[in-house]
Nanobody, 124 residues
Framework: VQLQASGGGLVQAGGSLRLSCAAS????????MGWFRQAPGKEREFVAG????????YYADSVKGRFTISRDNAKNTVYLQMNSLKPEDTAVYYC??????????????????WGQGTQVTVSS
């Protein structure tokens, strides 16, 4: 599965952005689709995930209540709606797919497919 992330940009603190991740190829029904981010000098960290078939969602504590992950099965696309953005949200955001989700949604090593990343910059 090839993943193509888009929608990043420059936004002021308090603003919103919506990221999209379009998948080419088959997303297996047992997949978990996730968003990660990596700021300069930091490790890649989990942001949000969604089970492809049933739509159950998972969030990092730092984004709960501000970010919403969703998917459109017909379009093979996952979205990340980001509201109330903060300067500390600045990072490259990556979408990823875990083809046979086994329970560890926050671990980068669980994911089989990765998109190229899209830059999100939040100015203060």
């Amino acid at each position: 599965v090839q993943l193509q992330a888009s929608g990043g940009g420059l936004v002021q603190a308090g603003g919103s952005l919506r990221l999209s991740c379009a998948a080419s190829g088959t997303i297996f029904s047992d997949s978990l689709m996730g968003w990660f981010r990596q700021a300069p000098g930091k490790e890649r960290e989990f942001v949000a995930g969604i089970k492809w078939r049933v739509g159950r969602t998972y969030y990092a504590d730092s984004v709960k209540g501000r970010f919403t992950i969703s998917r459109d099965n017909a379009k093979n696309t996952v979205y990340l709606q980001m509201n109330s953005l903060k300067p500390e949200d600045t990072a490259v955001y990556y979408c990823a797919g875990d083809r046979y989700y086994s329970g560890n949604y926050a671990y980068t090593g669980s994911y089989d497919d990765w998109g190229q990343g899209t830059q999100v910059t939040v100015s203060s």
